[in-house]
């Protein structure tokens, strides 16, 4: 591998902190010269300093898109006490004090956060927890309240869950837009998130999360604002609660729109947990109207969705091994029993519509028949902890809910208890967090990296991938020492699209990636590859790229020999002994039809790791029962690259 990537990497992030010591020495004499004089004095030449009008990012950004405070029903139901203000001190680097009492901190800071809690019923539970009047008076009110005093309180919330899924939550005690309950939630979401916002040091976004549950069938959106609280504080969240809001993401992407021209704010939508949907989150045909979608649904969802969460503790969303059989790594932190409240079990022929993989094939099918691809996102991880702690590191994972912070029963335990299914404690996932190009750490910058979609989506570690594709790069460029400049001058970004191939030519592509400084080595780098036959059928294909440790690539674009394991299971350790730092290379499609419409995007994987329940059972001093993974290999997603052949 080389190693002028990890010194231009290095240089790179270094540079991005050069302007700030230029602007403190601004008022000397010291290069006062005028822009007229400088002119004459340097006629038609470029700069002499190769980093003068850089204009690329230089370094990615990681963050939390998808985080949930007490005000949230169902996570105060679980346990959690802690606010949105706690979950910004949290992400920031703080120590603070989780809802179960142990001591907390992220082994780093991250650098943005989106507090999403839940528009519907938004500020209800605080008015549940404190028994007023107007909640015990109603007899589902009563009943949770007098569950969560007898120290049911996961049972109390599973059972709002389920009550708010089935569409039968009593209207009496809803929270409601236009309630005072409802308004101080939302007003203290947006004043947390302005006041936590440092620009260039941390980012605090405004947000909230669209929970739309059509019988128990997951299609939430995160809602993100660019602005502040000058412009959000001028609507309240839509809700799925009718006459006020409705769980079709047509009226949700319709009070988008009604958003933005009332307030002159700019907001997008971030769709996740399509595995939970049951066939519903990349239709074909729209559950709502039983109709295949039009061309009304699908500009409307490019327009509004750039991103999806591709990886989460609900498991992960790239693809299905019913789905991608060829696929090794496939298999990898399914939650694939049934929908959100397991009312409905899992049927195969509902998987198409669920994966990220499976969306992107169908969208480009999609694309020819509607002039638009509805199924054009990027991709991005994050947590959806309903704990106010963005905690999914391996060995510091303070779980999906409060109920399952760190314990000797946790991983144990059934997480989700329902007649039909189980999902056990140490199903969860301790993923993931999004990682955005942006050309720096500001609510603006930030915001406008996802619109263009130049993000990735890793299960935990801080791995640093770059992808572009072009048409004219080469094998030297894989060892100059600023790849990234190459990369964007050559061609576009994760995230872009290419068209119509010149005469000849075939995609190529730019692909680096550096392991996380704390993290595990790297196994491979892989480009997954989509497209539509002449036949009009869609395929896949897998390709490795980059290995390491002397292995070779066969004829076929696979490496056939495993990278080896180094877990000491017992001891929840590894060595790095297997695997490598950091890869770059250049790679040409070795198959591809100019007239053909298709995706690349990039898989990292890393080295096998412990997983949380190894680290669970090491500090415990437990035995867990044999069906429970006790290792990992954790991975990064890119945002893919379209091909879109000549009209």
Known sequence: MKQTFLTSLALAVAGFALPAFAQ??????????????????????????????????TRPFFGDTHTHTGFSFDAGAFGCRLNPRDAYRFARGEQITASGGQSVKLSRPLDFLVVSDHSDQMGFFPDLLAGKPYVLAEPKGRQWFDMMQAGKGGEAAFDIITTFSQGKFPKAISSLPGTPAYRSAWQETIKAADDANTPGTFTAFIGYEWTSNDKGNNLHRNIIFRDDGRKAGLVEPYTTQPPLGSPNPRDLWKWMAMCEEKTGAQILAIAHNGNLSNGRMFP???????????????????????????????????????????????????????NLDLTEMKKNEMLEAEYVRAAFRNGLVLEAELGVNPYKFGVVGSTDAHTGLAAIEEDNFFGKTSSSEPTAERA???????????????????????????????????????????????????????????????AADANNRMPAKIGYAKGVPMGGDLSAAPSGKSPTF????????????????????????????????????????????????????????????????????????????????P????????????????????????????????TLPKEVPMTTTERAYTSPIWYTPAK
Request: proline fraction near 6%; aromatic fraction near 12%; charged fraction near 30%.
């Open 24 to 57: 403190d020495h601004a008022t000397t004499d010291i290069g006062t010269l005028d822009k007229e004089t400088a002119a004459k004095a340097f006629p038609s030449k470029p700069p002499y300093s190769p980093y003068a009008g850089r204009n690329f990012p």
């Open 510 to 589: 730019l692909v680096a990636a550096l392991k996380d400084p704390m993290g595990a080595n790297l196994d491979r780098i892989q480009v997954v590859k989509g497209w539509v036959g002449k036949d009009g059928k869609t395929q896949e294909r897998i390709y490795d790229v980059a290995v390491s440790g002397g292995r070779k690539i066969e004829t076929d674009g696979r490496c056939k020999v495993d990278v080896g394991n180094t877990v000491d299971v017992p001891n929840a350790t590894w060595a790095n002994t297997i695997g490598t730092g950091e890869m770059i290379t250049v790679w040409k499609d």
């Open 412 to 474: 144990s335990h059934p997480f989700v208890k329902a007649e039909k299914a189980t999902i056990m404690g140490w199903e969860q996932t301790a993923s993931g967090y999004a990682a955005v190009w942006a050309t720096e750490n500001t609510r603006e910058a930030i915001f406008d990296a996802m619109k263009r979609r130049e993000t990735y989506a890793t299960t935990g570690p801080r791995m640093v991938v770059r992808f572009f594709g072009g048409f004219d790069f080469e």
């Open 591 to 622: 198959q591809f039809d100019p007239s053909l419409r298709a995706f690349y995007y990039v898989r990292v994987i890393e080295i096998p790791t412990p997983r949380w329940t190894a680290y669970d059972a090491k500090y415990f001093k437990i």
């Open 284 to 338: 074909i045909i729209e559950s709502f109207t039983a109709k295949k979608i039009d061309k009304e649904y699908a500009d409307n969802r490019v327009r509004w969705e750039p991103l999806y969460e591709i990886t989460q503790i609900k498991g992960d969303g790239e693809t299905h091994p019913f789905l991608s059989p060829n696929d090794e790594f496939a298999n990898f932190e399914r939650w694939d029993k049934g």
